[in-house]
């Protein structure tokens, strides 16, 4: 297969290293030069996009994530089979996948009929990401999923739940996107206006991504073009 990596942390972004590893080595990095998180799907079109590649495998983009899989598809890579990215460090839950430029790397690659994985691990608290448990789950995720349908016109989001090492292994659930708000709260500074919202106190409805990865399972949801 011919696997495209990218993400919205960056080229040289732990999680898309620990990616990497998971499949072996075997895909072709296209992925931003900086961090870009919660870009969306911004693409560049007034200005040139730079790319460094760094070998015949690797390719830094001064672009958003969009950018890197629109130029994989056209000049980097002239079959893809598969789109993946991540995995970042951070949840991707519900109505995140609007705003996260994760997500929207793997979104454009189904408007063109390719298949794309967005993976995420959810920061409990801010907690920093334990990479080695992150990559065991990756690997029975990406082994089930490379295996299972995918409708077309679609994509698989993926969060990984925040666990203790000594906890069980997570179970894997397949749900439905949350789609109740992100919490909106701001702190006032004079005329400036701070984003305070607490991540972990958004809405859980049941059974959907949000309350199954806060539960401590391995949340997956396959989402739909309209």
């Not at 560049?44 to 969009?66: F, K, L, M």
């Amino acid at each position: 297969m011919t696997i495209i990596l990218t993400n919205d942390d960056g080229i040289d972004a732990p999680g898309i290293r620990a990616l990497s590893e998971v499949i072996n080595h075997q895909g072709m990095f296209v992925a931003p030069q900086e961090e870009l998180s919660g870009c969306g799907h911004k693409v560049t079109t007034r200005s040139p996009i730079p790319v460094e590649r760094r070998s015949d495998t690797e390719y830094a983009v001064g672009g958003t994530p969009a950018d890197c899989i629109r130029l994989a598809i056209t000049h980097l890579s002239p079959q893809i089979d598969w789109v993946l990215s991540g995995i970042n460090s951070g949840g991707n839950l519900g109505v995140d996948v609007y705003i996260s430029g994760t997500v929207a790397a793997v979104r454009e690659a189904a408007f063109h009929g390719i298949r794309g994985i967005a993976l995420s691990q959810y920061r409990k608290g801010g907690r920093p990401v334990n990479w080695e448990q992150t990559k065991r789950w990756s690997e029975r995720v990406l082994k089930e999923l490379f295996n299972r349908p995918l409708e077309p016109g679609s994509f698989w989001n993926v969060n990984f739940p925040y666990l203790e090492p000594d906890e069980p292994e997570p179970e894997m659930v397949f749900c439905k996107p949350s789609t109740k708000p992100l919490p909106v709260d701001y702190k006032i500074d004079g005329e400036n206006y701070l984003y305070i919202g607490n991540y972990s106190l958004r809405e859980r409805s049941r059974e959907t991504d949000v309350d199954v990865c806060f539960s401590g399972k391995i949340a997956v949801t396959q989402i739909k073009l309209e």
